[in-house]
């Protein structure tokens, strides 16, 4: 389970939001092994003044917040970092303008379609 969370420029979040869900769900599909079916993510366009950029950032400054259930290993992780810069540079997001935080939470912290995250029956593993 995971939810995507993605803040950035309205000028230029809207202008890649397909193409940027699309990389993101590969990643979480191919390295977090997310089932293909679910794809749980959510924009936030906002204005200028709402997002102010970094030093070193420019317009394209993104931040990509994954809410998920615990149990990847670091090397996973890494791994999805890692892919997310990668794909991302084909939208001209280099390395200062992206910023990932996974947050992950107990299963039992989480309730889906009227269950427990723990009491869910998932057709895929966790554990990676």
Do not use: C, I, N
Request: charged share 30%; proline share 7%; glycine share 6%.
């Amino acid at each position: 389970m995971a939810q995507l969370k993605v803040y950035g420029r309205d000028t230029f979040l809207r202008q890649v939001r397909q193409e940027l869900s699309d990389l993101l769900h590969a990643a979480a599909v191919d390295v977090l092994q997310l089932p293909p079916a679910k794809r749980f993510h959510r924009f936030f366009p906002m204005a200028a003044e709402d997002f102010p950029t970094p030093e070193g950032r420019t317009e394209r400054y993104l931040v990509v917040e994954v809410l998920l259930f615990e149990g990847r290993s670091v090397a996973a992780k890494k791994a999805f970092y890692a892919r997310l810069y990668r794909d991302v540079a084909a939208l001209g997001v280099g390395p200062a303008d992206l910023e990932v935080v996974l947050l992950e939470t107990p299963r039992h912290d989480w309730a889906v379609r009227g269950l427990p995250g723990d009491e869910l029956d998932l057709p895929y593993r966790v554990e990676v």
